[in-house]
Nanobody, 125 residues
Framework: QVQLVESGGGLVQAGGSLRLSCAAS????????MGWFRQAPGKEREFVAG????????LYADSVKGRFTIDRDVAKNTVYLQMNNLKPEDTAVYYC??????????????????WGQGTQVTVSS
């Protein structure tokens, strides 16, 4: 069972940048596709970005296209989310997740079996 630990959240002004990291405990990290989700207060958890095991395929929510970039370092068992030009509506708890389908990216929560504890991102206007 893979364990995921997110880091890199914080408080940033609108227009700023943050880079989130998600470290996986599993040595077979390449057996999973990975995703980032977020959940704002009073809202459902929503998909942000996803990536296949080898990084060859990515998927983004329309709301973050052109601003966020997902990538992964298999050697370091880590997936990243680079967030640029942040907006107040990006404020949420961000979660990384692992899916046991390494060659396919999913945008739905029930495709992911393992979740991190989340990291808070707050964007001030």
């Amino acid at each position: 069972q893979v364990q995921l630990v997110e880091s890199g959240g914080g408080l940033v002004q609108a227009g700023g940048s943050l880079r989130l990291s998600c470290a996986a405990s599993e040595r077979t990290f390449s057996s999973y596709s990975m995703g980032w989700f977020r959940q704002a207060p009073g809202k459902e958890r929503e998909f942000v970005a996803g990536i296949t095991w080898n990084g060859h395929s990515t998927l983004y929510a329309d709301s973050v296209k052109g601003r966020f970039t997902i990538d992964r370092d298999v050697a370091k068992n880590t997936v990243y989310l680079q967030m640029n030009n942040l907006k107040p509506e990006d404020t949420a708890v961000y979660y990384c997740a692992a899916s046991e389908t390494p060659h396919r990216v999913w945008s739905v929560t029930n495709a992911y079996a393992y979740w991190g504890q989340g990291t808070q991102v707050t964007v001030s206007s």
